[in-house]
């Protein structure tokens, strides 16, 4: 049997979630519905792709969504580098709540909203994914990444969804502990792979770029 390749390479992984939209602002759910970045979100791009100038970045990928694609795209101007979208990296399928606000969910699916709140990991929405298949996915698409790519340093940006699910992966957390994590728009997050040690986690939902330290707690995690 050959030698996993994962056992033999070391990298750095800068996950970053998109700036705002006017949806997140509105606290309207996206899903796959394609959203761009607004005013503010476009300025929260820059300035992560400012915050990263002294990362010598050797690879971009992103969800396919605009306003994924719109903050990778500013990162990857100021490495000239080419931004390669992954759909295994779009955010989670949100079903019929797609386009629908936080109010009309809880007046129109009280119950699945209370499952999305207390046991997100049992939470469905009709014609939408489970947490789980979000991981499944994004997982294996990043240890292919890790495995296939020649760089040494690799930004993903994806969605505050998937970003929890890959970060709780590598800290060995179960489904049931979602909420546990935050991710505001433009979070940073640095993991090291150490070939076959395994993850590490040197940041966590880094604002800093963003806000004063003393009003990252307003932040929304939406």
Known sequence: MAADPCREVNRTIILI?????????????????????NGRGQGQARDTARALTGFKIDEVYSSPLSRAMMTAREIA????????????????????????????????????????????????????????????????????????????????????????????????MGDNQFWMLQQGPCALNVIKYWGGRGFTVECLNDICHLYPLSQRVSAIDF
């Open 17 to 37: 979630r998109h700036g705002e939209t006017e949806w997140n602002k509105e606290k309207i759910f996206r899903g796959h519905k394609d959203v761009p970045l």
């Open 77 to 172: 101007a100021g490495h000239d580098l080419p931004v390669f979208p992954r759909e295994s990296f779009i955010d989670i399928d949100f079903g019929v709540w797609e386009g629908l606000s936080l109010k009309e969910i809880q007046q129109k699916y009280p119950r699945e909203y209370r499952s999305w709140v207390e046991t997100p990991h049992l939470w469905k929405a009709s014609g939408g994914e489970t947490l789980l298949e979000v991981r499944e996915r994004s997982w294996k698409e990043l240890l292919q990444l890790i495995r296939e790519v020649s760089g040494e340093t690799l930004v993903v940006v994806t969605h505050r969804v998937v970003l929890k699910m890959l970060l709780m992966a590598v800290l060995g």
